[in-house]
Structures are given as structure tokens and as C-alpha cells.
């Protein structure tokens, strides 16, 4: 099984920047997971998709936060990190760190939330 441990959520003011961090307290699948991401969640909407550092190909990130937010991490050790530049209001969410392994089921994290005040 995987832990999922994120930390680095608060709140900031518009145009400001925070930094996610997710790190597996407690893993059996180092160097099983075929790729490590982020999703967030807000008020009253679905989980979306910020971004994704798949084990093979090219990162991914939603329309609405290319350009300010930057995914790294290290898919053998299971951590991953989400950078976030210029923060805008509608960036307020809980977000959410996806371990997904190359079998079975995803992992995710308890959240950790981010508020971005105008």
C-alpha cells in the first residue's frame, strides 16, 4: 500500500505563490507507479485534473494553469511537487496528490488546502 502525505496548502493573496508537497510516508511500489500528479477540488464542483508527470511521455497541464504552475517530482521515490505562480481566486480548491501505479488502483492523498483571497 501507499501513503500519500501532502503538505504546503494556506491561504495567500492574488498573484501570490505557494509550493505542494506529496511524499509516500509508508510504500511497498518504489519504482511501480506509472505517474504521479495532482488534482484539485472546489466548493460545490468535480475533481479536476492540474497536472500530471507520467513515467514515460510529456507532462500535462490543465488549460487554466499553464504557464503558472510547474509539476516535478520522482516517480521511483513516489514524491511529487506542485509549484503554483500567480495564484488567482478560482485557483481556491483542495488539492488533492494522485499516485497511480502501473497495476491496481490509484492512491491519493488526504488534501490540503489553498485559498487564494482578491
Known amino acids: 500500500q501507499v501513503q500519500l502525505v501532502e503538505s504546503g496548502g494556506g491561504l495567500v493573496q492574488a498573484g501570490g505563490s505557494l509550493r505542494l508537497s506529496c511524499a509516500a510516508s509508508?510504500?511497498?511500489?518504489?519504482?511501480?507507479?506509472?505517474?504521479m500528479g495532482w488534482y484539485r477540488q472546489a466548493p460545490g464542483k468535480q475533481r479536476e485534473l492540474v497536472a500530471i508527470?507520467?513515467?514515460?511521455?510529456?507532462?500535462i497541464y490543465a488549460d487554466s494553469v499553464k504557464g503558472r504552475f510547474t509539476i516535478s517530482g520522482d516517480i521511483i521515490k513516489i514524491t511529487s511537487y506542485l509549484q503554483m505562480d500567480n495564484l488567482k481566486p478560482e485557483d481556491t480548491a483542495v488539492y488533492y496528490c494522485?499516485?497511480?501505479?502501473?497495476?491496481?488502483?490509484?492512491?491519493w492523498g488526504q488534501g490540503t488546502q489553498v485559498t487564494v483571497s482578491s
Open positions: 509508508r510504500s511497498t511500489f518504489s519504482n511501480r507507479m506509472r505517474a
Open positions: 508527470i507520467p513515467r514515460i511521455g510529456t507532462t
Open positions: 494522485l499516485a497511480s501505479p502501473l497495476l491496481g488502483n490509484d492512491f
